[in-house]
């Protein structure tokens, strides 16, 4: 099975930007479809973003979609998520999760990572 570890958290004050990694270990992350999901206090774990498995659509949430941007690197079997524009709605934790292909869920979570964006 897949092991996910995020990095690239942190504290960015509006319109800023950060990079979120997800490192993947056990399986070639290329594989997998792989999401980024995040979790405010109090709120319920939202979907952010998507990358498929082999032919990498994209895929996101309208409330970043023009400000993220999801890549893969085989190479170095890491997923990012290019956050620009943050805004302070944009603090959560945010997780990196892998689906099967044969799968409609998402079966392997990392820990996490927190992003806070000051106004």
């Known amino acids: 099975q897949v092991q996910l570890v995020e990095s690239g958290g942190g504290l960015v004050q509006a319109g800023g930007s950060l990079r979120l990694s997800c490192a993947a270990s056990g399986r070639t992350i290329s594989l997998y479809t792989t999401g980024w999901f995040r979790q405010a206090p109090g709120k319920e774990r939202e979907f952010v973003a998507a990358i498929s498995w082999s032919v990498g659509n994209t895929y996101y949430a309208d409330s970043v979609k023009g400000r993220f941007t999801i890549s893969r690197d085989n190479a170095k079997n890491t997923v990012y998520l290019q956050m620009n524009s943050l805004k302070s709605e944009d603090t959560a934790v945010y997780y990196c999760?892998?689906?099967?292909?044969?799968?409609?869920?998402?079966?392997?979570w990392g820990q996490g990572t927190q992003v806070t964006v000051s106004s």
């Open positions: 999760a892998a689906a099967r292909p044969d799968r409609q869920e998402y079966d392997y």
